[in-house]
């Protein structure tokens, strides 16, 4: 739902690299695709910006360097004034061998400061009798279903959006 590789919530604040510099490792040194989807509402932070271009700034495919990154932006119906409604609560990632699924924003605060669970699951390495590829493969799907769809906006191409707190 959020990217911040920060303690925001603290005072002072502080980087939190540990995510950011385990994405730019994948794709710099090992040239792992990445594709990042994440939310944006009326609510969100906008301190959030420069750290979601920053990622984005590194794609380089003529050096096989691939980072992208849209916001997920569902355009509000009806008033309401329930905060955080209308965006993807999703938070999760999938790879070719693994799923993550939890509870945390990919922010500092949520690993360091909160109690959250996750869930890891690693099918590769399961008994053969046992393995099936079904929670990664749903996962891709609706990752795919999400990046692909109408609300999907890549950052390059957000402009002005009302319904997005990143774009004002």
């Given at each position: 739902m959020e990217y911040f590789p920060t303690i925001f919530f603290e005072k002072p604040q502080?980087?939190?690299?540990?995510?950011?510099?385990?994405?730019?490792?994948?794709?710099?040194?090992?040239?792992v695709k990445v594709r990042m989807l994440i939310s944006c509402g009326r609510d969100s932070n906008p301190a959030m910006l420069p750290f979601l271009q920053s990622l984005a700034s590194l794609d380089y495919p003529h050096h096989h360097i691939h980072i992208h990154i849209k916001l997920f932006i569902v355009p509000v119906g009806n008033k309401s004034d329930i905060p955080f409604t209308r965006i993807n609560h999703n938070k999760y990632m999938v790879t070719d061998k693994t799923a993550y699924i939890g509870t945390s924003n990919w922010a500092g605060d949520y690993f360091v400061t909160t109690a959250r669970v996750s869930?890891?699951?690693?099918?590769?390495?399961?008994?053969?009798?046992?393995?099936?590829?079904?929670?990664?493969?749903?996962?891709?799907?609706?990752?795919n279903r999400d990046w692909h769809s109408q609300f999907a906006v890549h950052l390059d191409d957000l402009g002005h959006n009302p319904h997005c707190a990143l774009s004002q």
């Open positions: 502080k980087y939190w690299p540990f995510i950011d510099d385990a994405i730019r490792t994948a794709a710099f040194e090992r040239k869930l890891v699951v690693s099918q590769s390495n399961a008994h053969p009798a046992w393995r099936t590829d079904a929670l990664q493969s749903q996962l891709k799907e609706v990752f």
